[in-house]
């Protein structure tokens, strides 16, 4: 019970957070493109979330966040993007989360730890197509370009998959060596 308490109160906070990052982003445009797609503020929460916290919570908060910021910051549009970004992080913290405490038997932390954040990384983005193809198939958002949207996710997004290749983990491994030194993820 303590550790559910704990991991939905972490899950508020990365969604709170996540909520709260994009503000210095909303409307700054740089070259004709939304700065937030260039760094993806939004997919730092969500990956520590379900680094941290597990697969559930992971779901939850990438689930959850996209639609908040668009309800509540009016961007990214709910339609179509907040929708395929909702699937999108949602598989973020499911697959970060499922990895780094299920199903990868990589003993040493650290390196479970990147396996897990690359790969949940490359399927995210995968969904994300896929989700993407789907919705603007079915409603009025114009033509599905594929070569369009694999140069924003890996070209115009590669500063934010730097980003998050550098801080996720150093994020996690600090927070679990230091706030919580007795839960180790073995």
């Given amino acids: 019970m ?3 308490l704990k991991n939905i109160v972490l899950t508020s906070l990365f969604i709170a957070l996540g909520y709260v990052i ?3 982003f909303r409307g700054v445009m740089v070259g004709g493109i939304p700065l937030g797609t260039i760094f993806s503020p ?3 929460p969500i990956f520590i979330c379900g680094l941290l916290c597990g697969w559930k919570y992971g779901l939850i908060s990438g689930l959850i966040t996209p639609l908040l910021v668009s309800i509540l910051g009016g961007m990214p549009p709910l339609l179509p993007s907040g929708v395929v970004m909702s699937v999108e992080l949602g598989t973020y913290g499911l697959i ?8 990868l038997k990589i003993k040493h932390p650290t390196l479970r730890l990147y396996a897990s954040l690359i790969i949940a990384m490359l399927v995210g983005r995968i969904i ?3 989700a993407m193809g789907i919705v603007i198939t079915l409603g009025t958002y114009g033509a599905y370009r594929l070569d369009t949207y694999l140069e924003t996710l890996f070209i115009v997004g590669s500063p934010a998959i730097a980003i998050q290749l550098v801080f996720v983990p150093l ?11 007795n839960e180790t993820t073995q």
């Fill in 171 to 181: 994020i996690v491994r600090t927070i679990q060596t230091r706030l919580f030194p």
């Fill in 128 to 130: 994300y197509l896929g």
């Fill in 22 to 24: 994009t503000l210095p």
């Fill in 96 to 103: 970060s989360g499922l990895l780094y405490h299920q199903l």
């Fill in 2 to 4: 303590k550790t559910d």
């Fill in 42 to 44: 939004m997919h730092l």
